[in-house]
């Protein structure tokens, strides 16, 4: 069985992911820049799934396997929006 995202919450430097093992990891917003750039209200609307992360308003899917993996924003070819 795959590791899935239990719980996500932010503070103003990383986003802290609560893992369905009992595992909490923090990432920098700044491997993000759409979440980096995003209002705090604009990070807390997120939906989860059994396989990652989904912010729809930011076009942003971070998967929980590339958190793990320690990867960041591979989509260095997509033009970024700011909030």
Do not use: C, N, Y
């Not at 986003?15 to 990891?25: A, N, S």
């Amino acid at each position: 069985m795959a590791t899935s995202a239990k719980a996500v919450r932010f503070d103003d430097d990383s986003m802290w992911v609560q893992l369905d093992d009992g595992r909490v990891i923090a990432v920098p917003l700044a491997w993000f820049p759409r979440l980096l750039a995003a209002t705090p209200e604009q990070r807390a609307q997120f939906e989860l799934s059994p396989r990652g992360i989904h912010w729809d308003a930011l076009d942003e899917d971070i998967s929980i396997d590339g958190l793990l993996a320690g990867h960041g924003d591979l989509t260095h070819g997509r033009a970024v929006t700011s909030a």
